[in-house]
C-alpha cells in the first residue's frame, strides 16, 4: 500500500504494518491508525505516520540512543491493553522535536509511545519521573 504524504513523500507499507493506537495520541485524539517508517537517511529516527491524516507523522528515536538507562515501569492495565506477553514484544520509542539548529533538537523522554511489535497495537505514556524531561536535548554539550 501507499500513502502519500505532505513531508515525507510517498511512504509504502503493508496492511500488517498498521499499529493501532485505541485511545488515538494526544493530540491526535481521533487518529487510530499509524505506520512506522524508518527514516533511510539516518537510522536512529523513525516516522510515525497516521494513515488517516496525510499531514500527520510524528519523528521519533529509540530512548536508548539517548539515555542508556532509560527505565520506567509500565502499569498491569497497560500491560493488558496492549497485549503484552514479555519484554521482547515491546518497542519503546519518544517524540522529536527537530529544529535546523542541531543543538535545539530535543526529544521527550517524559511521554515514551509503547508498541507491541506481536500484536501492532500502541499506546502513548506519560511518566512521572521528573527526572526526564518533556524538551530532553538530543545533543548535549
Given at each position: 500500500?501507499?500513502?502519500?504524504?505532505?513531508?515525507?513523500?510517498?511512504?509504502?507499507?503493508?496492511?500488517?504494518?498498521?499499529?493501532?493506537?485505541?485511545?488515538?495520541?494526544?493530540g491526535?485524539?481521533?487518529?487510530?491508525?499509524?505506520?512506522?517508517?524508518?527514516?533511510?537517511?539516518n537510522?536512529?529516527?523513525?516516522?510515525?505516520?497516521?494513515?488517516?491524516?496525510?499531514?500527520?507523522g510524528?519523528?521519533?528515536?529509540?530512548?536508548?540512543?539517548?539515555?542508556?538507562?532509560?527505565?520506567f515501569?509500565?502499569?498491569?492495565?497497560v500491560?493488558?491493553?496492549?497485549?503484552?506477553?514479555?519484554?521482547?514484544?515491546?518497542?519503546?520509542?519518544n517524540?522529536?522535536?527537530?529544529?535546523?539548529d542541531?543543538?535545539?533538537?530535543?526529544?521527550?523522554?517524559?511521554?515514551?509511545?509503547?508498541?507491541?511489535?506481536?500484536?501492532?497495537?500502541?499506546e502513548q505514556?506519560?511518566?512521572?519521573?521528573?527526572?526526564?524531561?518533556?524538551?530532553?536535548p538530543?545533543?548535549?554539550?
Amino acid at each position: 500500500m501507499q500513502l502519500n504524504t505532505k513531508l515525507h513523500g510517498i511512504l509504502e507499507f503493508n496492511e500488517k504494518d498498521v499499529i493501532i493506537f485505541p485511545k488515538g495520541m494526544p493530540g491526535f485524539q481521533n487518529l487510530n491508525k499509524f505506520v512506522l517508517i524508518p527514516v533511510k537517511e539516518n537510522p536512529a529516527f523513525s516516522i510515525l505516520h497516521s494513515i488517516e491524516d496525510e499531514n500527520i507523522g510524528l519523528i521519533l528515536i529509540s530512548p536508548f540512543e539517548i539515555e542508556k538507562n532509560y527505565e520506567f515501569e509500565l502499569k498491569d492495565e497497560v500491560i493488558k491493553q496492549l497485549k503484552i506477553e514479555g519484554p521482547e514484544d515491546v518497542l519503546v520509542l519518544n517524540t522529536a522535536t527537530l529544529n535546523s539548529d542541531m543543538k535545539k533538537i530535543t526529544v521527550n523522554l517524559r511521554a515514551p509511545i509503547i508498541i507491541n511489535k506481536k500484536h501492532g497495537v500502541g499506546e502513548q505514556i506519560i511518566l512521572g519521573n521528573e527526572a526526564y524531561k518533556i524538551k530532553h536535548p538530543l545533543f548535549e554539550e
